[in-house]
């Protein structure tokens, strides 16, 4: 019975695509937790949003908009930021700007008003061949950037100033992740879309790293939480007629509230895996 709902090319698309957002959103969570960079997340949803909204209007397809501009603005963080954690002041302000182009565009968009809001809240039972297709080229990048930066990047995650002091290019870093996050971002809001784009890169690695200390072990939980929440989304999504982004966002918070709740023993365990790093 469960097996069935395969037999549908679009279901199938689902499941290909969301599991390659699950992956990178899990692995990219993880670090922007650590790095204290999710306002920065948050604010990038939000320029993919115009930047989406601004293809439309224009008559391209609005996910390269969204790379467009989200990618764009990570560079931008990157390179004017002297300290990630001391600019949620800037980010905010563009992520003003970012909100106001927005409504302005889909003001202006005369087409079809479900593409525009589709935007917002995900299509993952409606992509396309060639959207998947996309999902895959862009998720697989993104891998392989991050296991090539893995090490480095974890040093400079947790002690920007040691690494620093050790050589280690930590704004060139910095950069190179706030442009994975703008990827991540842009690959997530064809899933969940732009409101509910926190769910698979904050829920998981959040869970995630209050059950382990050590980063690797914590990666790992936060990509199968991730898998875990997609697939048990699209399913419960398939046969019922409930959004997918409403079953990832409930069963998210779902474990996360249970995680914090257990008591004293997770949180002996669960302590931020910063602290642990260190020792």
Not at 190 to 202: A, M, N, R, W
Not at 223 to 241: D, E, Q
Request: proline share 3%; hydrophobic share 60%.
């Amino acid at each position: 019975m469960i097996l069935s709902i395969f037999q549908y090319a679009f279901i199938r698309n689902a499941f290909i695509a969301g599991s390659l957002v699950a992956v990178v959103a899990g692995f990219i969570g993880y670090f922007l937790a650590t790095r204290g960079l999710i306002f920065a997340g948050h604010a990038l949803s939000h320029i993919g949003f115009a930047g989406a909204a601004g293809a439309l209007v224009l008559g391209v397809d609005p996910i390269f908009g969204l790379f467009l501009f989200t990618i764009s603005a990570g560079i931008g963080m990157g390179v004017t930021g002297k300290d990630f954690r001391e600019e949620d002041m800037n980010i905010g302000i563009i992520m003003i700007l970012m909100l106001g182009l927005g409504a302005l565009f889909i003001s202006l968009y005369a087409g079809y008003a479900g593409r525009a809001y589709s935007i917002l809240f995900g299509t993952i039972l409606g992509i396309s061949g060639t959207e998947v297709l996309v999902t895959v080229i862009f998720g697989t990048a993104v891998c392989a950037v991050l296991s090539a930066v893995f090490r480095p990047l974890l040093f400079a995650s947790i002690d920007p100033g040691a690494a620093e002091a050790r050589g280690v290019p930590v704004r060139l870093l910095g950069v190179i992740f706030l442009v994975l996050v703008a990827v991540a971002v842009s690959m997530s809001a064809v899933v969940v879309g732009i409101l509910f784009v926190f769910t698979l890169l904050v829920g998981p690695a959040a869970t995630a790293m209050r059950i382990s200390r050590k980063p690797g072990a914590a990666i790992a939980l936060s990509v199968a939480l991730a898998l875990a929440y997609t697939w048990l989304g699209i399913f419960l999504a398939a046969v019922s007629s409930w959004p997918v982004s409403f079953y990832i966002s409930a069963i998210a918070f779902a474990a996360y509230a249970a995680v914090r709740l257990l008591g004293p023993a997770i949180s002996r365990t669960g302590a931020m895996a910063i602290p642990a790093a260190h020792s």
